[in-house]
């Protein structure tokens, strides 16, 4: 008997956030894929549940809507501190998501829960063809380092050996009694029970050669491994435990979010979830250690017990949480029911120095950073790591793009993780320390200043300002450098004053033209693979400078040397690409549909006419106005081209007119491949008409 | 062979929008029902398709927010009119929905779709027990006119014989090729074929037995011609054509809903709808006819042929009706591809007379008013036909309120009836009667007119302003009648001077005290079939008087005397039948959570303390201030309770302290029954806590 063998563009390790973010992306745009895990079940309670601001903006572009509508949407966190009295009070409150950052705020919701909007979407993208394939174990993987530095979309570098689990070797273990936990996860990993199964045969195992691999294999990551790479890092002594439940209590902000410091026993952070139930992140002042894990210098001084040895953890129950967080709630009584999940964890801040091997095989998520939890950012890290990775795979597979955007993950993705361990760093350290008190002549740490911190990196939190550097994807000319306030170098096109390439594109409300209809601008730039051009054509109806551009360019567009043109494979819909949107500035009942050049509302190959590309920023019937240029910074009677990568990042700022039409084909032209054969045929499987977009888009 | 026999509470006779909200609320409200259809398959194209804002405030309180989610949102009405040079213009644009009048707005979406998400929220609402019985013929019933009587909710007056078809039997007949059409439904009714159907026997018969019978069988209803009612109305010479297509067209507002005149030809509404389909109401000013059909005049004429005699509707083709619109629409050009349905009807309006047998057996929908549907009214009326029905019948089926509640059902609904055909006489006439043309002396209509009809109609027709009459579900004391600009009294108590009393309570955001959320308040008071006492307790913290008056309410509620504690059956939860919700108007951050008083934030059988009973109408931190005070008219000095039936209308308005609550008191006497049995304890299939609440409320 011979191992079956078998190939696909990419493979993904690991079916956690990370790798289902890959996955939706790769089934929205069409390419071949598998998605394994060793595991025979998904969650169904705890681990993360913090959704920010971005992750949210990225949910809702792949049309994932079911997070922010079931979730807990937090509206303010309420800082406690010791009274000095052996009490405690309310000494702030402060908004939960910094004002004005995103359309949607932090919002909470289990894992298990969000995975499952996951399923559902990689599902109904991929007509039902690509799912999960669970108890799926990798043997080896190797790369042939020749292949792998092909230009070709068609050869097949990576070769993993797949092993398929029976049942109980599948079965996750844990600790504990009938209370679902995280706790075999979190201090020992996993690997060591199924990579310790014996028995492979060619009955039970696969032989896959793929494209590419990414290894979403969490903080104990086989793939990693398997490259070579440490982590590079340090932990910490402070254990912290974490427990969902139903509270049964006399605390009045228990449905607020919470950062309590006690005088004396420890922190504790209240996030209030879905259904009524509860999260608590509770600091262990003691903890059960394991005997025979004294330190160095517990030996040395010939201690009969350890205090700083590896914590036992089969000795941390509901139980033992609940009673610390008890202490810390006193003078307030604290009693949980309905207990969902609970776990421990030991603070430390650790980053994978390379994210890649060969460009060929990827690391992402919490393969490649683990942290504290409390700040809601691993899982939602670990799916910004693969959004960014995801179109980026699509375009290579399909031989649209240049390899070299590959390279591209790992400068991108690497320096945001950095920062988040920095500021994970700060913040724990602050929270889990000895608060100083007023009055008191100690060491601990400064209330005022844990507030400072925390109030200042809800904006880093939130996902909304990350900056990607320069690369063949980001166009950041010197000239429009400056330093910010934190004395970082942003870069501004004073055309569009108020974006700064290399972050997201934010939404503004504008209205359709040819129905007036209220729609976010993001809502018209869903995941779908394609790159955008924005043509802010400005208030052309009453500037005849900027009509004579709008000419220019619509000449431009339907002439046989557009860039457009050129990428666009022959057969395929001219905007599968690249498509261009225009948002006007013109009052919307001053124009008439047939005034604007055809070539911005295309037709089809059945004559239907596009009429959801054209967008005016004007008020609206029952929604208001929603001011796009003055967001976006972009004066009216001068107007700009915005150019937005399909993971929704600003690639460059360009003048409207020949000159940014130019600058525009020579980004394209920096990475894009010229089409060496027509669009594949796919069949329609809904003639409804124009706006039915369920179809890959890149599976020309 | 005996044939088989059974019982339940309540059956519905077809499975169209008015028997399918009639199923949603019974499931709903954990009620026994079965719901039937002689149809093999449900309808996928065509039908209705306009959802007026009512209906989405209905369906968002069902929680079924597909339908506004995936339907086109039209904004704005474009008038287009003959320039008397052989051409048209646009003489008018208004907003389509009238301002501010809901949350909503008007929308369109296939009926086929809407029914689909009925059908998934009627089987989650019942853990997946009911669900639609399709290809199932009722063949006799009758009505025990003693039992029927019965005040006691454990008979079962109506018997009614099914018959189970066989698959061809069950198939629908249609006119016409492969394109879907709904002809033979519109002229023809398909009662015969079902009716002509033999074989009936033992084997493919049951006997069931029910306590009610919603008939819901449309314009040819069986159920309407058992109970022997005939309807009243008359019918016009009118015929219309329908197309729903994708356009090719030069005209410019073929996004827009559009009303054209053309000076010749007819009238054309352009109705944009979801997918880039529009569907076309098109005037068919010659229509062919059956020969055979003359009118007794054209007979006594001699007449070769007919004009006004039975349409032939087996000639009413896609092609004829676009050859009508084109002639229209000149001198733009339109043509069409994706023809997904079409049909053709008469314009006439008629009313059943009576809407019930004994109130045991009742009509609902299209089977007691039909008119002419380019207003969107018919699938909307219908739905509120039920809407209204449904929870009275779940009431009375538990036993919990005297049955005399359903007679206001007719009485409710039927004035509607009225009010719509009296509208869409005026309207139609105006639509399909040649225009007036300036400078020319004719008797044609003025289209001046019927842009003022047609604003004026939309009030109305948004569903918004349906104003109840008097009963024992209404009470509306005389000193509170006062006529309004139309003429009609309207009643509205000086405490909430902008709550007209039996209208539907409309929303507006406030947030919860405990979490500081943004919340509709009609998101806090879902259909699961309670009533809701809304009580505004003004700024209470800055008003000793007020304060006093939470006192007295918190101690009233708790005590043994509280009608809630009479009427709600022991062991069922406080709030399962009447829930108190109370909106404060001090600022939220001046008041904490436990200086409410506990029965207004109830704990239950669990300890688990209920957070989200409790509102402030107060700024929030990212959506704005709802200022739902001043909404409603109620001045935060003085305060107010407002009564809220389980279908969102108000029942009354009262004055707080003890004589509001004696008010409201001696409302709920008026038709609750004290109950003789406990709750029965339903399995709590989710401990998550409070928030959850899928569990049918009434399944006590």
Redo the contacts between chains.
Sequence with gaps: MVAKESTTDVLIIGAGPAGLMTATWLARAGIPFRIIDKRSAKIFAGQADGLECRTLEVFRSFGI?GPW?ES?????VCFWEPDGKGGLFRSA?I???V?GISRF?QCVLHQGRIESFFLDKISSSSQGKAEVERGILPLSIDIDEKLAASDSEDVYPVTVVLKNLDEEEAQPDQYGGKIANGLFRQFQGDQDKYYSSEGNSAANTEILRAKYVVGCDGAHSWVRKQLGIEMEGESTDYVWGVLDA?P?T?F?????RCAIHSAEHGSIMVI?R????VRFYIQLQETPRDPDSKTESEKEAGAEATTKGRVDRSRITPEFILGAAQKIFEPYTIDV??I?WYTAYQIGQRVSPSWHKNNRVFIAGDACHTHSPKAGQGMNTSMMDTYNLGWKLAWVCKGLADPKILETYEDERRQNAYDLINFDHKLSRLFSGKPHLPGQDDDGVSLEEFRKVFEKGKAFASGCIIDYNPSCLEIKPAEFGKKDEFGDLKYVNPLASKITIGTRFDSAQVL?Q????PHHLADAMPSDGRFRIVYFAGDFKNNAALTEKMNVLGEYLSSESSFIRKYTPSGAKIDSLIEVLTVHASPR?SV???EFPQSLRPKDD????D?WKIFVDDD???NGHGHAYEKYGIDPSVGAFVVVRPDGYVATVAPLGKEGIEQIAKYFDGFVKVPTKPAEKVAEV???????VSLPVLAL
Aim: proline letters at 6%; one cysteine or more.
């Design positions: 809507d509508n807990n949407h937090m509206q303010e409150r908004p939960d998501t004002k705020q139903v049964l006399n009045p902000d228990i449905r607020h209030p879905e259904h009524g139930v029911r309905d969902r359709s040819s129905e007036a209809t009942t008439e549909w047939f059945c004559q239907r006419e009429y609206s019937h029952h809904d003639m409804y008409g124009l706006a039915e």
